[in-house]
T-cell receptor, first 113, second 117 residues
Framework: QKEVEQNSGPLSVPEGAIASLNCTYSDRGSQSFFWYRQYSGKSPELIMSIYSNGDKEDGRFTAQLNKASQYVSLLIRDSQPSDSATYLCAVNVAGGSNYKLTFGKGTLLTVNP | GAVVSQHPSWVICKSGTSVKIECRSLDFQATTMFWYRQFPKQSLMLMATSNEGSKATYEQGVEKDKFLINHASLTLSTLTVTSAHPEDSSFYIC?????????????FGDGTRLSIL
């Protein structure tokens, strides 16, 4: 069973702080990793893709990947109340003839004004 | 870019009705589309994977005769919930992946909230 583990939270941070979200995965052969944001009652929205070890920055978001440790993280700098949502870590795994995403259960982030 | 349109946004219908949901990739070609179901406060559950021009691959426990999937073109996939019953009420979400490769991310539609009375 290929698994993706996340702390379910809730994670609560004050406005302007850094929010740190973590994820581990079990399939050592995974090559692509994604972070999605899902607001309550809405569908997931892609925030970051990362494929290589190291950091990838996009605006206030930084994704970090360590394949040796099978660990992916997402940092949100200068957190805003509008960042309050569930953050889903997703790992692309081979399944039969197709690649499909395995999702973690998500981390609920609350940013307090 | 990478916009996925899903219709309808919500459906309320009587038990026994069949409901069709459409998923379109508006600005890219999607050889592979995915259908998910999500119950309140739970994670996404993959129902099936569809490749353009091929039969869909269903996940274990998902009835293929109950959830009919058609993916006739590179930009359109449909999910038909046949003879829907109250237990089929859920949030159905489609996603599409670019034809450029299996490492590409999936882009999600806005979802369809289905309520069966």
């Amino acid at each position: 069973q290929k698994e993706v583990e996340q702390n379910s939270g809730p994670l609560s941070v004050p406005e302007g702080a850094i929010a740190s979200l973590n994820c581990t995965y079990s399939d050592r052969g995974s090559q692509s990793f994604f972070w999605y944001r899902q607001y309550s009652g809405k569908s997931p929205e892609l925030i970051m893709s990362i494929y290589s070890n190291g950091d990838k920055e996009d605006g206030r978001f930084t994704a970090q990947l360590n394949k040796a440790s099978q660990y992916v993280s997402l940092l949100i700098r200068d957190s805003q109340p509008s960042d309050s949502a569930t953050y889903l870590c997703a790992v692309n795994v081979a399944g039969g003839s197709n690649y499909k995403l395995t999702f973690g259960k998500g981390t609920l982030l609350t940013v307090n004004p | 870019g990478a916009v996925v349109s899903q219709h309808p946004s919500w459906v309320i219908c009587k038990s026994g009705t069949s409901v069709k949901i459409e998923c379109r990739s508006l600005d890219f070609q999607a050889t592979t589309m995915f259908w998910y179901r999500q119950f309140p406060k739970q994670s996404l559950m993959l129902m099936a994977t569809s490749n353009e021009g091929s039969k869909a691959t269903y996940e274990q426990g998902v009835e293929k005769d109950k959830f009919l999937i058609n993916h006739a073109s590179l930009t359109l996939s449909t999910l038909t919930v046949t003879s829907a019953h109250p237990e089929d009420s859920s949030f159905y979400i489609c996603s599409a992946r670019s034809a450029f490769g299996s490492n590409q991310p999936q882009h999600f539609g806005d979802g369809t909230r289905l309520s069966i009375l």
